[in-house]
């Protein structure tokens, strides 16, 4: 219904804007009554009332001395070089700089060695991984837990599946080159494995894990809901276990920037929707937030 809700700036000013930064209730109800006749939407708790309890987990991890140098020699290179792309051609002819430099970043967090510079590629550690091989599955084995785990990159799907390997963990794994993806479904529904990899992208939504019981989240996506999506492989019906959510975040990164901006966003349509759909939308206040130096 192009115009119902007039133009981006119009939008912005009116509802966006207020909504979001300012609190504003009544531009709240406003966009509420505007778009309440064409949405017919039944929640999940509608639908799923009888699901069993879903537990949040968030854990912090402070960067290794390794990674903070290359992460902060990496964003004050891409700040300077964006900066002086802004100031030539604006921050709306920027857009590919700009997510050059949040994926150099976001790369940097789960490991170096997913980016393809070779000052990075001199640090064989990363804070995380070395949390999630050493900590968290080690125990969740010791538990015998059946274990999703989503990463936004295949490359970072890679480094895990040689650990499991090396450690001779038999696993699953989905990403956008698996062929038979029954067949690894069916490994881990029936027991065979303990643990399925899935790359976001591919395996965030149609798949039905009930066997599952504990999902891990390695890196934050940009919209919230499609992890909630990935999170529903497992805490869907048919599950009659409690689930729990492990989130993996690198201390005062842009990943944790990412996870504050993911509940910013949402003020705009939570009172709408169920899930948190609204899309990254970047303006220079929330750039410069992101490519902010390590705290």
């Given at each position: 219904m192009p115009g119902l809700l007039g133009s981006s700036e119009a939008f912005r000013k009116t509802f966006r804007t207020p909504i979001e930064k300012h609190g504003d209730t009544t531009a709240q109800l406003t966009l509420n009554s505007r778009v309440a006749p064409i949405i017919l939407r039944r929640t999940k708790d509608q639908v799923a009332t009888e699901l069993p309890p879903k537990t949040e987990i968030l854990h912090t991890i402070p960067l290794n001395p390794g990674q903070i140098d290359i992460y902060e020699?990496?964003?004050?290179?891409?700040?300077?070089?964006?900066?002086?792309?802004?100031?030539?051609?604006?921050?709306?002819?920027?857009?590919?700089?700009?997510?050059?430099?949040?994926?150099?970043?976001?790369?940097?967090?789960?490991?170096?060695?997913?980016?393809?510079?070779?000052?990075?590629?001199?640090?064989?550690?990363?804070?995380?991984?070395?949390?999630?091989?050493?900590?968290?599955?080690?125990?969740?084995?010791?538990?015998?837990?059946?274990?999703?785990?989503?990463?936004?990159?295949?490359?970072?799907?890679?480094?895990?599946?040689?650990?499991?390997?090396?450690?001779?963990?038999?696993?699953?794994?989905?990403?956008?080159?698996?062929?038979?993806?029954?067949?690894?479904?069916?490994?881990?529904?029936?027991?065979?494995?303990?643990?399925?990899?899935?790359?976001?992208?591919?395996?965030?939504?149609?798949?039905?894990?009930?066997?599952?019981?504990?999902?891990?989240?390695?890196?934050p996506w940009w919209n919230p809901a499609a992890e909630n999506q990935a999170t529903d492989r497992a805490h869907r019906i048919g599950q009659d276990k409690p689930v729990f959510v492990h989130k993996l975040i690198t201390e005062g990164s842009i990943e944790e920037r990412i996870v504050q901006l993911q509940a910013q966003k949402a003020k705009l349509v939570e009172a709408l929707l169920s899930e948190k759909t609204t899309r990254l939308q970047l303006d220079q206040e929330t750039l410069g937030n992101l490519l902010a130096p390590l705290e």
């Open positions: 020699t990496v964003r004050a290179a891409m700040d300077d070089r964006i900066r002086d792309a802004i100031a030539d051609k604006g921050l709306a002819k920027s857009q590919i700089i700009v997510l050059d430099a949040l994926l150099k970043l976001r790369q940097i967090c789960c490991h170096p060695q997913l980016l393809k510079l070779s000052a990075a590629q001199k640090v064989k550690h990363s804070a995380k991984l070395d949390f999630l091989t050493e900590d968290l599955l080690p125990t969740l084995f010791d538990e015998g837990r059946k274990i999703l785990l989503f990463s936004a990159f295949t490359t970072m799907l890679a480094l895990i599946q040689k650990h499991l390997e090396k450690k001779k963990i038999p696993f699953s794994k989905i990403t956008g080159s698996t062929k038979d993806r029954q067949k690894e479904i069916e490994k881990f529904q029936n027991g065979d494995t303990p643990i399925f990899l899935i790359s976001l992208k591919a395996g965030g939504t149609g798949l039905n894990l009930t066997a599952a019981d504990t999902v891990i989240h390695y890196d």
